[in-house]
């Protein structure tokens, strides 16, 4: 599942979230995020004690 998005993406604290994230800037999961999938973006992606695999 591909999500697209303009803006800047959150993904809220201590969430899980699958999937890809194609972001025109920024990307900041909160912190213990855990993300299934990838996160791409065109300027940054924070990570704070996320996990993130790919698929």
């Known amino acids: 599942m591909f999500w697209q998005s303009s803006q800047t993406v959150a993904i809220q604290t ?7 994230v194609l972001g025109a800037t920024n990307i ?4 213990k995020a855990s993300i299934n999938g990838r ?13 993130v695999v790919a698929p």
């Open 14 to 20: 201590g969430a899980h979230f699958e999937g890809i």
């Open 28 to 31: 900041s999961p909160g912190n």
């Open 39 to 51: 996160l791409l973006a065109q300027t940054a992606v924070t990570l704070i004690k996320n996990t």
